[in-house]
């Protein structure tokens, strides 16, 4: 698992070095003194390092409620793209125990697509369309990725673990002044409507079905901490 | 749009989602969350006892292998319902196909629909992920026993491969202690189970021995299984005793038996 961890950043790290970083060059045949020139090279190079690892710093808050990744999860992320429309989000959620044998934490990848904002006014904006993709994983025993080696070969093609999970929704989020920031700079209530891959395959053949065991609601808020 | 407008729409749309939310709001497909009934087998279990105490005839329906074929368990509860002359509903297990809590769920309700009672068995499938506990706490046991007028039904888990050693499946000791348990109130015998000897998840180690602690309940007329999804009457091990296999619900064909208190019966294959 650490080597793991580790092989991750290293690539990042290679990543992130080949990136073009937006600070400007200065014009080093006008600075007089050679290790004046090699200084200011070491400071923007530093800049530039420095700019990329701050990308790495999660740029908000998410708690949710239900959407089959948990009765709450919680998560963080990054909103990237030119007028942040796009989010990836990560989530620890957890399940409690009901009727099984233990409560379990699940772990939760996101992708969020908001195509429009709306301003209503100085202090609320609209996303009147959230959607993405979302796959989820228990960390529990009993569940697999790929059946175990007692099965005989293909005999469950699908993985217990593993659930992928698609979404519509809707937002909107509240500016906070700037003289009354304390802990973030906007919040956002959301609320989605989701199905996973098994209701579509349990719903697929079978006409009497209510629409409602196909589909799920979820709420949340989000804090946006930084841009 | 004014502020005063937004918060109203949110109002009402809020609202709305409440209403709603009993049916929409999934915690985890796996969840093992259960609203409405559990403990099915035993309640209908003496209901069961209840209607069949003084009859010298039981005419039983069994199914199996119903997985996420919901119009078909729809058409087959119809079919049931239309006559009056059948005493009760055997499900021999794969009530759901991937085991999540929603499809034990499912299938409860539409069997709930049934104006007879019903069993339920355990099926392989419905042992995957938090399946066993979602079995457990709708239907009950995986191994237990009833009767039916002098008949009694020997219902047992035989999902060996599921289980991989952590429990004794199928269990001997349940099947023993069945011989003499109620001794004066039956007088012959019938097993029920979703794999039989030989299928792929049953522990073949003992398929032979299986069969001969079988044999050793009083007047064991024949057995009932599921599992192989097509209808199959098959002498297993050479002896002339009999497993009829169900075929998968969307055959659209049940297998009806009609048991005698003198150990006799006959059975016939039902299209619906």
């Known amino acids: 698992m650490r080597k793991w961890l580790f092989s991750v950043l290293w690539l990042l790290g290679i990543v992130l070095s080949a990136v073009p970083a937006s600070a400007t060059e200065i014009d080093l045949d006008t600075i007089p003194s050679d290790s004046l020139r090699r200084l200011r090279r070491y400071e923007q190079r530093m800049k530039r390092m420095e700019e990329r690892w701050h990308k790495l710093i999660p740029s908000y808050g998410k708690w949710q409620f239900a959407g089959n990744m948990g009765l709450i999860s919680l998560g963080t992320g990054w909103s990237y793209g030119k007028n942040k429309q796009w989010e990836t989000d990560f989530f620890v959620g957890f399940l409690p125990k009901f009727k099984s044998d233990a409560a379990k934490v699940t772990l939760t990848l996101k992708q969020n697509?908001?195509?429009?904002?709306?301003?209503?006014?100085?202090?609320?904006?609209?996303?009147?369309?959230?959607?993405?993709?979302?796959?989820?994983?228990?960390?529990?025993?009993?569940?697999?990725?790929?059946?175990?080696?007692?099965?005989?070969?293909?005999?469950?093609?699908?993985?217990?673990?593993?659930?992928?999970?698609?979404?519509?929704?809707?937002r909107i989020t509240l500016k906070i002044p700037q003289h009354k920031r304390f802990f973030a700079k906007s919040i956002t209530a959301f609320y989605e409507i989701s199905t996973c891959d098994y209701y579509i395959l349990s719903h697929i053949g079978n006409s009497g079905y209510p629409l409602h065991e196909l589909i799920s609601l979820s709420f949340g808020v989000k804090l946006q901490f930084f841009d | 749009m004014s502020i005063n407008h937004l918060c109203r729409s949110i109002a009402v749309m809020a609202s709305l989602c409440l209403m709603a939310s009993c049916d929409l709001i999934d915690f985890h497909p796996y969840d093992v969350h259960i609203t409405g009934d559990t403990d099915i087998n035993a309640r209908n279990v003496s209901r069961i006892e209840e209607a069949c105490k003084d009859k010298q005839q039981i005419k039983v329906a069994a199914i199996g292998d119903t997985h996420r074929w919901y119009d078909e368990l729809r058409y087959f509860v119809d079919a049931v319902n239309e006559r009056n002359d059948i005493d009760f509903v055997i499900h021999d297990g794969d009530i759901s196909e991937y085991g999540y809590t929603q499809e034990f769920l499912w299938t409860r309700d539409y069997l709930n629909e049934l104006k007879v009672p019903y069993v339920a068995l355990i099926g392989n499938h419905d042992c995957l992920g938090t399946g066993r506990d979602a079995f457990g706490a709708v239907f009950g046991a995986t191994n237990y026993a009833?009767?039916?007028?002098?008949?009694?039904?020997?219902?047992?888990n035989t999902n060996a491969l599921e289980y991989d050693y952590s429990e004794p499946i199928p269990d001997f000791k349940f099947i023993t202690s069945h011989v003499t348990d109620r001794a004066g109130e039956f007088d012959c015998t019938v097993g029920v189970m979703h794999a039989r000897p030989t299928d792929d998840v049953f522990n073949n180690n003992v398929a032979e021995v299986f069969h001969q602690y079988m044999l050793q309940l009083p007047q064991l007329m024949c057995c009932i299984n599921g599992h192989g999804h097509s209808i199959h009457h098959a002498d297993l091990m050479g002896d002339g005793f009999i497993y009829h296999q169900t075929a998968s619900i969307d055959d659209r064909v049940y297998l009806l038996f009609t048991f005698n208190n003198d150990g006799t019966y006959s059975y016939e294959e039902v299209a619906f």
């Not at chain 1, 979302?134 to 993985?159: A, C, E, M």
């Not at chain 2, 009833?146 to 047992?156: E, M, P, Q, T």
């Open chain 1, 113 to 170: 697509f908001m195509p429009w904002k709306w301003h209503l006014n100085e202090k609320f904006f609209i996303e009147p369309l959230a959607c993405g993709l979302y796959i989820n994983t228990v960390l529990h025993n009993d569940f697999w990725v790929r059946q175990p080696d007692r099965y005989p070969k293909g005999y469950y093609w699908f993985s217990t673990r593993i659930r992928t999970n698609i979404y519509l929704g809707q």
């Open chain 2, 146 to 156: 009833f009767i039916a007028g002098r008949v009694k039904f020997v219902c047992l």
